[in-house]
């Protein structure tokens, strides 16, 4: 039998070799993600700040490769909070490393998006990335990066420091990329409108590469309350966080560990919790055995009287700036939102936010215009493997009067600390019994008020029919019974429908 060889890969190496399931497949795939993954992180930049956020994307055509692929220039610019200069190399440079690990509603979460977009454009083109940036500061720091993709370490290409006199604030990334953006196109504009959608506060210009503006701009100024960082939920521990937990802890008693590491746990809720796991209070956790720390993981589940997490660690949009982004790129006939309360899955805060709108600049198609959103971020790919179509489709429309080729759009929004995406691309949420409960009941919410508008819409399209009919016949028979009468002058029916019409008017 041949020996087998065995040998350790970096996570760079592991997303180099693996780019699909980062959403980087192809080359039309690829620019889309790239462009998405940057408008991300200057989304979060400028929230984490509540400033409202205005992005500038330009991508420009530098020349085609040897293999006859068009090469691109990315440029992403933004107003958010800057990177300092120490943290620049490692967050666009190495792998799994970013300030998002936290227990706390963002965009970003695996500390991948822009790195995987830089080691695409660097296998591609062996160019590297330019991040400029600066958090207002009396400097701006300016890198050339690339990603030493065996070690999964930042290689510092360039390094200047610029004066700040402008006070300038935010964060410039550019790079090379392969791409096919004739391809790419339909999303990239979709992406950009529906995430203008979803962010009503933001000002996004987007240059194509034949130098058309797309412009979309912010309809407010008001922003979501930016999320607090929270402590874990009971509900969702399990033995290793424990015991990461007892180990950087400098509570000593158990009492103490868990009033100040978890969410919503005070003195009381910590006792009696004590009681039921059958621990005393003054115990040190550091003298927990294994066992111990096994059957208080598992208890923290079974315990029914921990409160549930609060919403501060969420940063939904709320329904005015909903229907604000609604009316500003859909510009219906009729809309109607609604944000369902806080609701937890595995020990994870979410809320839902819907809306269903008619008319206007919606498409009539054959089926609804499917909307889906995650933290903020429009959801493109996969439409039939998420969570929110599959609710959608298994209700029965008929009975609000709502039927697929009529124009309407259905927005789902879900937002958490940890959206439980089937992807690290970010493009469908799976199928929690949790989610799809909130998401049924809040459709549920916003279609009886459309059943309600549809019967009004009936009943005023038959009263017009109604009317059209009088106009239309009234004048005939006045002339018809004249003649039938031998009477010269006919009776006045103006009137007759005008308090016709009236009433039609009213109604
Ligand atoms: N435009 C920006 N402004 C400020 N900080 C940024 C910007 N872009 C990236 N960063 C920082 O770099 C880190 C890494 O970004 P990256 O997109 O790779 O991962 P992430 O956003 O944390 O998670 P995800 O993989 O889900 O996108 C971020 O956590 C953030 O701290
Ligand atoms: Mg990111």
Redesign the pocket.
Known sequence: MSQSSFQEISASDFFYRNRDIAGFTNPSRAIFAAIR??V???L??AE?LKIPPDIYVRLLPVGKEDNGSQVFKLR?E?N????QPR?IPS??GQ?L?????KLKQ????????????VLYGQIMTHKPAAIT?STGQAKIYSFKLMIDIQRNRPIIVDRKVLINKEKWR??I?EFFIEGDYLRAMPKILEYFKQTAMVNPYANLTFVDPKGRLYRFTRSTTEMPEPPKETLPHPYGVDVELLQRLIYISPHKTIVDFLKNHFHRVGNITAKKFLAFTGLSPTKKTKKLSREEIVTLTQNLKKFKEFLPPDASCLSPLGNDLLKAGIMKELKPEYLVVSQRKPSTYAGHPFIVEIGIAYGGAIARKNSFQIYRFANKIPLLYDEASDVSYKVINAINWRRYKVTPDMPIAIVVHICSTKVPYKT?G?EFISDREEIRREVANALREVSRKIHHFMSKREHVDKERKRISIFAKYLPRIAEFSTSLAGKETRPDIKKLIASVRKYGKEE
Do not use: H, P, Q, W
């Not at 958010?80 to 990177?83: D, L």
């Not at 490393?97 to 690990?101: D, L, P, Q, T």
């Open positions: 993954e940057l991300e992180n200057s979060d930049a984490s992403v933004d958010g909070s800057g990177i943290f967050a666009f792998v490393y970013g300030s998002k690990y963002m965009r970003g979460t695996f500390g991948l998006g822009g790195k995987m977009a940036s935010g964060t990334v690290v970010k």
